[in-house]
Each structure stands twice: as C-alpha cells, then as structure tokens.
C-alpha cells in the first residue's frame, strides 16, 4: 500500500512510497498529528541518487517488523536534502556539532516541536563496527522517551540554544583586498597536491570553484603559481577516473588522492560548474584538451540530464545492475579486459587497456577497471582511439542504464544555463546557447510562473511545493547574466534584476549578510546562514558575483553597495579557509578588477563581440547590440556611438572609460586577451 509520498513529486520521495513505513512529508501537519499522539519524529533526509541512503532503505524501511516498530512509536518524515535545503542546512548542523561528523542518509529524532534530540546518519540491520542497530537506536529512543522525558525536553532545549547562538561573524566592514586574496593564495598552495593535483587527500573533491578563481588571480596579476594550480588540477582530473573517458562529464568526487576510482554518481551541479571552468581554461591557455573537456561536458548535460521540457535533471545514479542483475556501484561504467575483447577483439582490446589503464587485477572492485588516461601508452594513433571509444560507448548504451533523478532545481539549472551559454559562444556552436535559453525558459515559465517567486523544483513542467532559497535566486541570476552577455537579449538582464530586487528585499540583513531562506519563508529551529561554498557556490557568494555583475551593467549602487556588504565573509574566511569559499574569491577578484563593463555597438555574434566575450579580466560584463534600441536592451549601450560608422567597443571601469576602439586587437589588449 502506498503511504502519503505517493502524492509528492520528488524523486527520492517517490522511491519510499510503497515503504511499508507511514512516511509523512515535511508538514506542519505531520508535526501536529506527533503532538495528538504524543510521540518523537523520526526524520530521515537523503536524495535519490544516494548510495547509502538506499542501503538503508532497503534493509531497514523495506523490512516490515521495523516499519511496524516504526509506524508505532514515531511519525516518519521523509525529506529530499535537494528540495529542502534549509531543512537539511538546519538539522545537518545540529548533527555535526553533536557527533563531529555528518551525512546521508541523515537520521534525527525530534520533539513534536521540531526540536533534535538525537542524531545520527547511516544505521545497520544489526549491531556493527560498535554501532547499535536501528532497531536499537529506535528502542532506545522510544525508552528515554517515555521514562526521561525531561532530559529529553532538556537535550533539546540546550540543543536548539546552542544553534541559535551561533552568530555569524560577517567579517565586519570592509571588502576583500589585495592583501586577504594573496593569504588565500598561500593557504590553497599549502593544501595543494603536487603530485595529483588538487587540494587536500582522499577523498578528493574536482575544486571547481577555486580553479575559477586561480585563473582569475592569474589573469589579474600574472601569477604564474595560480595558472599552474588550476592548469594542472583540470589536467589531472580530465585524465582520471573520475571523468567519464567515454561519455564525457565527471563524477561527484575520487575516493583517492590520484582521481582514480570515482563515487560514480554525476550530478548536474558538478558537470555544469567543471564545464565552465574548462572553458575558462581554454581561454586562458588555449589549451585544445581544455576545449575538448568543455565540450564534451555540455554534450553530457545535453544528452544524458536535459528533459523533455527543456530544463536539466539533477543527477545520474552510481548504482545500476550489473551482468546478474545485481544492483551495484559503477556497474554502468568499469570494464574488465574480458568485456573490452568482447567488444574489440584481441588487438584492439590490448591497445584499449594500455591506453585507458585497463589491467588484469582491475583498478576497482572484483577486477574491473576504471577507465582513465594513465599516459605511458606511448604515442597513439587519434582515429584508433576514437574508433575504440565509439565501440565502447555503444556496447556501454547496451548496459543497464543508472537511473535518473528527473527533478529540476532552480539553481543548479542556472548554473548550468551560464556554462552552456558561454561554452556554445567560445567554441561556435549555437546549439549549445539554444539549449541554455530554452532552460532559461523554462525557469521563467515554470518556476517564476504566476507567483512572481522563484519556485526550488519543478518535475514534468510541474512546479514543486517549495520556495526556492537564496542559492536559487543567486545562481538563476547568474544564469540569466551569462545568457545576457552571449545572447545580446536585454530580457535575460531585467529578468535577473528583477530576481536581484527579492534578494535586496527578502534575504539581506544587518551589515551586509546574507540568509538561506527569505525574510516570510517556513520558520525553522534557526534560520540557515552559510556562506562557504562546497559542491556548489553558497547562496551567499552566488548572490554576490550576481550583485555585482548586475550592478557594473547597470550602475546601480544598491546593488554594488549589497555585493560589497556580502564580501566582507570572503575578507574574514579567505585567509583561514580559502578551499572552501572559492566562489567568494573569485567574485572578490571581480571586485578588485572593477570588474569592467564592456559595450560593444555593433552586431551581436560580430568579431568585437566575441573578442569581448573572450577577454579574461575577471567578472568582466559585456553588453552588445547596435542600432536606436540597443540601449533600452542595456544601460551600458546609451549614448555610444559609432566611430566612423564602424562597430565599437567602449571598456570602462571604477567610472573611467578608455578611449573606444574598432580593432579586435586593441579590445583584446585592454581585457587581458
């Protein structure tokens, strides 16, 4: 029998409707139905592309004796962490601040009052490794709670104290200067791999934020350490496991220092953060593996997460069935050298495996490998590996496929709508700029509807239940500047002026910090504050660069005035934990190169444009468009005329302007090109 999650559209809430648990969603009412009964909530929070999460379901919400247990003494709350950020941001911090560590699936209990009083994450069938059972840890809690019930009460009280009196410190007045930028730079080059590449040990995370903001540095100061950092991470990764050697796009980390073996789920956020950055590196370096990357990973989005109306799915499973039908973890994606002479016959298969790392031990589980480019295969011939790659790939697609998480999130789609937008300008290919609008669409059409609020999800052109966050109005913003800049569409400007204008109103505070969740949003235990960047940019620094770039193509000062007011967390973190605010750094490189606002009078797709697009100054923002209307389209496009009725472009920053040019060359020059 289904239970009520059979009427939500998440994805990962639809994989426990027919739990014989009672799952509720998050509601006010299932909070109302624990207090008539008088029992504790039994949260659990985890998303559809989760390995552990389905462990657990499988062994503890499928078993019908625990469910029954559990259906008993609790109300079950299930919560997709990807539709409800600010639930999981609130109750993932109480966990870590208890147990040291956090993660999914995320197991809390509450009081009807939605206050925590125990945690954990994953919890065995039975006892192991010096964990209780979950039927343990529900007996448990089930006794304390009808025998101790003050200290219960009182756990939770001091709990819910605790968060509430953690106060962000914003960093004070005062934007990032020169002097936090070079200590973050220290710092990340203490953290970097030499060997490997990227930051810190296993396991290892592709750090697409702070790549950006390296070849921002290097492109503002010429800091040849910076370019080799980033140059040589991208290198790394492009090479290793956790690229996907056949079908292009990354996983979501390397559970070793070498990228070697990946976690082989691919998430949208991942794909469209990396796909930039290579692109960004193509246009630093000119590097053709660079280029290849960068198109390659917006032909993964396109192919294998773009969906019937237009928008892009959030993740691809790491689990699918292997030969014998079992569920398994990269089952989709390893090859054994059996399975390549399968395909390729002896020759061709012994060429595969040297070129691709293929060995007889296998480089992951039960003698399978992952593919990589281990580089000692010596010279190779091009249309021999492209021809053994085609083959493999179509013998891949006879696989069963991972599954699918078919829901849209706002943001990440913006993220991935600034990717496609300016990977389809660099590298002519229209298709991919097409993509990114229809997307772009989508969100306005859908998720923008009728309410004139950003919507977090939406499912089959269905609008979700849930407000979008300040990482949606950030990274949309984003999105719809970059579609902006490529496109020469003036909408795609007001349209993130008038998602800028809800941030200004809804999620600022005193002295320029920012908040997750709008000023009328569902009042938690604590109001979600973060502004570290980790898979994604954080709300915070997204909203940031948007504020910012909207400001330079507009001269709005309100707008200047509250990315400033938010920078002043890059100024206080970016010395102490520069991994881990990348987004923030790169946005402060922005700040510190003005950032330059280019207007080019003439046509849309011209050389000026594109050189325009090209220059490497950071956060640099280009409007372009030529005849009477083009300055309705863009602010900056007023009163600039044509000189000696040639196109031109205009650079100017901090309110000083240079003198025009008609020479691609000259315009190149002056934005670092």
């Not at 999460?53 to 078993?63: I, K, P, Q, R």
């Amino acid at each position: 029998m289904a239970n009520r999650l059979a009427q939500t559209t998440s994805p990962y809430l639809l994989q426990h409707a027919d739990n014989p648990v009672d799952w509720w969603p998050w509601s006010p009412e299932a909070f109302e139905e624990a207090r008539k009964r008088d029992v504790p909530v039994l949260l659990s929070v985890g998303y559809a592309s989760c390995h552990w999460c389905h462990v657990m379901a499988h062994e503890s919400f499928e078993d019908e004796t625990v469910a029954g247990y559990l259906n008993a003494h609790f109300v079950p709350v299930k919560v997709d962490r990807e539709e409800r950020p600010d639930v999981d941001a609130v109750y993932m911090e109480a966990v870590q601040a208890a147990t040291g560590h956090g993660g999914w699936p995320m197991t809390v209990f509450l009081t009807p009052d939605a206050e925590p009083f125990y945690f954990g994450t994953y919890f065995p069938p039975e006892p192991r490794h010096g964990s209780p059972s979950f039927q343990q840890v529900l007996e448990g809690v089930t006794a304390a709670w009808t025998d101790r019930r003050d200290e219960v009460a009182e756990v939770a009280g001091r709990i819910v104290a605790d968060l509430a009196g953690r106060s962000l410190v914003h960093g004070g007045d005062g934007v990032p200067g020169e002097s936090e930028v070079a200590q973050a730079l220290l710092g990340l080059t203490r953290e970097y791999d030499e060997q490997h590449g990227g930051f810190g040990g296993a396991p290892k995370f592709p750090p697409a934020m702070v790549v950006e903001f390296l070849l921002r540095h290097y492109a503002r100061t010429g800091a040849e350490g910076a370019l080799q950092m980033a140059a040589d991470t991208c290198t790394a990764m492009a090479r290793g496991g956790i690229y996907d050697q056949l079908g292009g796009g990354f996983a979501r980390y390397s559970v070793d220092r070498e990228w070697i073996v990946p976690h082989f789920e691919k998430m949208l956020y991942d794909n469209a953060l990396l796909c930039r950055v290579y692109a960004h590196l193509w246009r630093t370096t000119g590097s053709d593996e660079a280029r290849r990357i960068a198109l390659e990973t917006a032909d993964f989005m396109v192919r294998e997460l773009r969906t019937a109306e237009g928008g892009f799915a959030s993740a691809l499973d790491a689990d699918s069935e292997d030969a014998d039908g079992k569920h398994v973890e990269g089952a989709y994606y390893v090859w054994t050298p059996e399975q390549l002479r399968d395909v390729l016959g002896e020759d061709d298969a012994a060429f595969a495996a040297a070129y691709f790392g293929v060995t007889e031990d296998g480089t992951f589980e039960e003698g399978a490998s992952v593919l990589r480019l281990p580089g000692d295969a010596g010279p190779v011939d091009a249309a021999r590996v492209a021809g053994v790659r085609a083959r493999l790939l179509a013998a891949r697609d006879e696989r069963p496929h991972p599954g699918r998480d078919d829901k849209v999130v706002a943001a990440w789609n913006g993220l991935a709508i600034a990717a496609l937008a300016e990977t389809g300008a660099y590298f002519d290919r229209p298709d991919l700029v097409e993509r990114a609008t229809e997307a772009a669409d989508l969100l306005v059409r859908v998720h923008l509807g009728e309410v004139a609020r950003l919507t977090r999800t939406s499912k089959d052109g269905l609008a979700g239940d849930n407000a979008g966050v300040l990482e949606d109005y950030g990274d949309v913003a984003e999105g719809f500047l970059a579609l902006a800049a490529v496109t020469g569409e003036g909408a795609w400007l007001e349209f993130a002026g008038f998602l800028l204008d809800i941030v200004l109103e809804q999620f600022t505070g005193e002295g320029g910090q920012l908040y997750d969740t709008a000023h009328d949003a569902e009042q938690l235990i604590r109001r979600p504050q973060d502004p570290t960047d980790s898979a994604t940019p954080s709300g915070w620094t997204a909203a940031a660069g948007a504020l910012l770039s909207y400001a330079a193509y507009t001269g709005s000062e309100a707008h200047r005035t509250a990315a400033e007011g938010a920078l002043g967390v890059v100024r206080a973190l970016g010395p102490r934990v520069p991994r881990f605010v990348g987004w923030g750094l790169a946005v402060a490189e922005a700040l510190l190169d003005g950032p330059r606002e280019v207007a080019v009078a003439g046509p849309v797709g011209g050389e000026l444009h594109r050189t325009a697009l090209l220059g490497r100054a950071p956060g640099a923002v280009v409007a372009a468009g030529e005849g009477p209307g083009a300055g309705a389209e863009f602010p900056l496009l007023v009163d600039r005329p044509l000189l000696d009725g040639e196109p031109t472009a205009y650079v100017c920053r901090h309110f000083v302007c240079d003198a025009p040019t008609t020479e691609a060359g000259e315009l190149a020059a002056k934005l670092g090109g």
